[in-house]
């Protein structure tokens, strides 16, 4: 089924490690994104890449890193993770972004940084 | 600052109607986009409006004015399944989604 995988679905982390999330799709999108979701607020965008080998900051980028090597991966490293990290993690891609190009999420990474 | 506005949460009886409002403040505006989110699960894309009106699809219709800032959500003839978080968000100047906190809708039977 073509879509966009994350790995792991939920992790547990001793703060101070690092951690690589996951995010990998098949639909031969340009535009990919990281969002962290937290009770309360709206998907925060930490990361982007309008295409292969670009990237961005978005809203909270701080601690954490990316990379967009190929069109279908865009992993998201916390270099020394810390308890505020606690959140659910979506990965998403877009055919551009233009106006009216929607936006598919993976299934979500749940991150514990204890 | 940007700002998109939605009720935390809304409760509904099974096959009634419910409207989900959303007010937004961004720097500039390329299109509105609804998304349903189970609890547990990835955001889905449900519409999306760039001009005055209302737009319908199927149970579902999506209502914007640029003028007022302002769209809402119409879900007709509710079912359990309808029972999820509902998700505005508004691309601003740069394409860039800004996105409100989400409304939880409650079903009844």
């Known amino acids: 089924t073509a879509g966009i995988t994350q790995a792991p679905t939920s992790q547990i982390l001793a703060a101070g490690r690092s951690m690589t999330l996951r995010c990998t799709q098949d639909m031969r999108h340009n535009a990919m994104y990281w969002y962290r979701q937290d009770l309360g607020l709206g998907l925060r965008l930490i990361h982007y890449s309008n295409t292969a080998g670009t990237t961005g900051k978005g809203e909270v980028p701080d601690g954490y890193s990316v990379s967009r090597a190929n069109t279908d991966d865009f992993p998201l490293t916390l270099a020394s993770s810390v308890p505020s990290q606690t959140s659910v993690y979506f990965c998403?891609?877009?055919?551009?972004?233009?106006?009216?190009?929607?936006?598919?999420f993976g299934q979500g990474t749940r991150l514990t940084v204890v | 600052g940007q700002n998109i506005d939605q009720p935390t949460e809304m409760t509904a009886t099974e096959g009634a109607i419910v409207q989900i409002n959303c007010t937004y403040q961004?720097?500039?505006?390329?299109?509105l986009f609804w998304y349903q989110q189970h609890a547990g699960e990835a955001p889905t894309f449900l519409s999306y409006n760039v001009l005055d009106g209302l737009e319908e699809k199927g149970r579902f219709s999506s209502f914007l004015s640029r003028s007022k800032g302002y769209s809402y959500l119409l879900l007709k003839e509710l079912q359990m399944k309808d029972s999820a978080s509902y998700l505005c968000a508004v691309k601003d100047s740069n394409y860039q989604l800004i996105w409100g906190a989400g409304t939880k809708l409650i079903i009844k039977p």
């Open positions: 998403a891609s877009s055919d551009g972004r233009g106006g009216n190009t929607e936006a598919f």
């Open positions: 961004t720097s500039g505006f390329n299109g």
